[in-house]
Nanobody
Framework: QVQLVESGGGFGQPGGSLRLSCAAS????????MGWYRQAPGKQRELVAT???????DYTDSVKGRFAISRDNAKNTVYLQMNRLKPEDTAIYYC?????????????WGQGTQVTVSS
């Protein structure tokens, strides 16, 4: 099963930027969908952005135009560039990988990285 390790979280100021990284233990071409989710205190985990193996991206409405998901195939790494940060972006951010193989779906999560946006 693929392993995912996130990094890049921390403190950011409103209007500032942060970049999250998610390093996968295998070739990300073999992963059907990679994505970022987040969970704020007292709230359910929500989808932030996804990218399919073909490069199609999708974003939740609240981050459209501010966040961008991308990947570096040579490094087996997916990124989440977060711009124009808002306090409501504060959450634990999780990397997710979905593989569909031989009719079965494999869903893997990283350990999460804290993002705090505050002045």
């Amino acid at each position: 099963q693929v392993q995912l390790v996130e990094s890049g979280g921390g403190f950011g100021q409103p209007g500032g930027s942060l970049r999250l990284s998610c390093a996968a233990s295998e070739n990300i071409f073999s992963i059907d969908v990679m994505g970022w989710y987040r969970q704020a205190p007292g709230k359910q985990r929500e989808l932030v952005a996804t990218m399919t193996s073909s490069g199609r991206t999708d974003y939740t409405d609240s981050v459209k135009g501010r966040f961008a998901i991308s990947r570096d195939n040579a490094k087996n790494t997916v990124y989440l560039q977060m711009n124009r940060l808002k306090p409501e972006d504060t959450a634990i951010y999780y990397c997710n990988a979905v593989k569909i193989q031989f009719g079965a779906t494999y869903n893997t999560w990283g350990q999460g990285t804290q993002v705090t946006v505050s002045s």
